[in-house]
């Protein structure tokens, strides 16, 4: 089962990078999310899952390190100029991808790692949850906002034309749809363990 996570993990990073999304993602924004959130809420997770046999026990305290970790990477990237800046360099676009791809490794790795105390349980749910929650924040700042944060002209989404209030509407929608919804999953399957291993101890 790991072993399959793993190698489902680095063939959806393959199609990420290196099918359609590779040249849409530059323009639009919707399909940069989904490439966004394809590695670090799909291929991160299955890779750590994949890994999480073979990974030392962690502190308690670095999921949570792990988490502001992503929070600033994710919201770094998402700075219009930051944004404009990937979209106009190939470089940047390499930079923000192996971005994205090491901090979703370095949050999921650190939660799944394997458990020595019932505090690494607690502080690898509350890592996703405070990573959902800011993921949920962004997906609505950006799907609510007022006007386009990101061009101003129509762009083209697999074929689909949209303006840029829409193309931005619709990358938030996939953010809170992907993104918030398996942290808050991972999270709460963590702590799902940690209700039941703490029901063991006592009946113990």
Do not use: N
């Not at 219009?80 to 490794?105: D, H, K, N, T, Y």
Request: aromatic share 6%; with cysteine.
């Amino acid at each position: 089962m790991k072993r399959a996570c793993l190698i489902l993990g680095f063939l959806v990073l393959a199609v990420i990078w290196t099918g359609p999304l590779l040249s849409a993602w530059r323009t639009s924004f919707a399909a940069h999310m989904l490439a966004h959130m394809g590695v670090v809420a799909v291929v991160a997770p299955l890779i750590a899952v994949g890994a999480s046999g073979k990974m030392p026990a962690v502190k308690p305290s670095l999921p949570l390190i792990a988490s502001l970790v992503e929070l600033i990477v994710v919201w770094g990237w998402h700075a219009p100029a930051a944004r404009l800046w990937a979209e106009s360099s190939v470089s940047a676009a390499v930079l923000e991808q192996a971005s994205f791809l090491i901090a979703g490794l370095f949050l999921w790795l650190t939660c799944l790692a394997p458990v020595e105390k019932p505090a690494q349980l607690a502080s690898g749910a509350l890592a996703l949850l405070l990573t959902s929650i800011h993921m949920t924040l962004l997906g609505a700042l950006l799907s609510l906002a007022s006007r386009p944060l990101y061009g101003v002209g129509d762009v083209t989404c697999f074929g689909v034309v949209l303006d840029a209030g829409q193309d931005q509407a619709l990358g938030g929608v996939v953010m809170l749809m992907i993104g918030a919804i398996v942290y808050l999953a991972g999270g709460v399957f963590l702590l799902s363990r940690l209700l039941s291993d703490r029901r063991e101890r006592l009946a113990g």
